[in-house]
């Protein structure tokens, strides 16, 4: 009898594009999906243009562009301190999610076990269960969001293959310090593990903090495979444009999936973020993040005036607040009544949890227009729960 793949068998759709679809049936304003809807500097859209226009549209090497490559490895060593060979150790991808996809499909076999942090990106636990990896969860505990180095050592099995770092993190907004990563540096090379970053948020800096990057520490570019990306620095999601970075024993396997899975990342679209890299100057990133700081001050707000409390993100563009208080059992039943009775749409919060405690949280996506942020923090506000 004919099915579909055991694989699919644990497999569904993101609840966070369920919620949006949600969302667009209400007609409501969507802080569900990070789909990043302020401007694309119009550097990054000139270069693609152009390049569309001196005929940028077919295949690029598997890996990508030369420009866009070496672009990458020149801001791994300005702003990561990490140093990257862009013919070796640079495979341009099909967004994060792709980079990431193919870095679990070229280095775990099935059964391998993975360690993320919970709360975790839904995505990184689909891609783990789509190569037939083990998701393996450590709690955080909120509202900082600290880990236990007690509980990381107490889930290591002979199994244990490699540990997820997401930092600036999706949904917590958690940065890791230099210590925590400095801890977690120590616990996988003493247990000869992988490390892969999830680090696309890394401008989105709140505070005065700073990122630093796994790799450059260390003993870590040997084992780390960082991810990148510039969907959400550049405002540019649909574009699917996403880095991997290893050492090149690494990157060979990454780079061979990524040329079967997507052939190649869009060429013009390529060439747009490379000129974005390039051109750009520092204060670009520091306005990003500033502008993005004053927006979650005033969404945070908005929701702890309502009554949703929240644990401020550090980092990253959403924030997690405590729904307990609205009507419903699970976190998608009140996610589903905040959209009814505001017409705010959030994704529930067990996306991001195991257990019951996702019931407890909505996460919220405050990377909107000024406009569309103040009309949600209007109808936040204006509601008696």
Not at 102 to 128: M, R
Request: glycine share 8%; with cysteine; net charge negative.
């Amino acid at each position: 009898m004919r099915t579909v793949s055991r694989r699919m068998v644990d497999l569904a759709q993101s609840e966070i594009r369920a919620m949006t679809q949600a969302c667009a049936s209400a007609k409501g304003l969507n802080m569900a999906q990070g789909v990043c809807d302020t401007p694309v500097p119009l550097i990054v859209l000139e270069g693609a243009e152009k390049a569309i226009r001196d005929g940028y549209n077919v295949y690029t090497r598997f890996d990508g562009l030369a420009e866009l490559r070496q672009a990458i490895a020149d801001k791994l060593a300005h702003y990561n301190g990490i140093r990257a060979d862009p013919e070796t150790e640079v495979t341009v991808s099909a967004g994060a999610t792709g980079a990431f996809h193919c870095a679990c499909a070229a280095l775990l076999n099935p059964g391998d076990e993975v360690v993320l942090f919970e709360p975790y990106y839904q995505y990184h636990v689909s891609a783990l269960v789509a190569v037939e990896a083990v998701p393996v969860v450590v709690k955080m505990q909120p509202p900082a969001w600290t880990y236990s180095l007690t509980e990381l050592e107490q889930v290591l099995t002979p199994n244990t293959k490699a540990i997820i770092v997401n930092s600036p993190g999706n949904p917590s907004g958690k940065v890791l310090s230099r210590t925590e990563l400095e801890a977690l540096a120590y616990f996988a090379c003493r247990h000869d593990l992988f490390v892969f970053t999830d680090e696309i948020y890394e401008y989105f800096l709140y505070d005065g903090r700073s990122h630093v990057g796994m790799a450059s520490l260390p003993n870590m570019a040997e084992r780390t495979v960082t991810i990148g990306g510039y969907s959400k620095t550049f405002s540019v999601t649909g574009w699917r444009i996403g880095y991997s970075v290893a050492a090149q024993r690494w990157t060979k396997a990454i780079g061979a999936m990524n040329d079967l899975l997507y052939v190649c990342a869009p060429a013009p679209l390529q060439m747009g973020v490379a000129r974005g890299i390039r051109e750009l100057s520092d204060d670009f990133y520091g306005i990003l993040a500033r502008d993005y700081q004053q927006k979650r001050d005033k969404f945070c707000s908005a929701l702890n005036k309502a009554g949703l409390t929240t644990s401020v993100p550090e980092g990253a563009y959403y924030v997690l607040a405590d729904v307990s208080r609205l009507p419903g059992g699970t976190g998608k039943a009140r996610a589903m009544y905040l959209l009814e009775k505001t017409g705010v749409a959030g994704v529930s919060g067990e996306a991001f949890f195991t257990g019951q405690a996702g019931a407890n949280y909505i996460r919220f996506s405050f990377a909107k227009t000024d406009p569309d942020l103040d009309e949600a923090c209007r109808r936040l506000t204006q509601v008696d729960f």
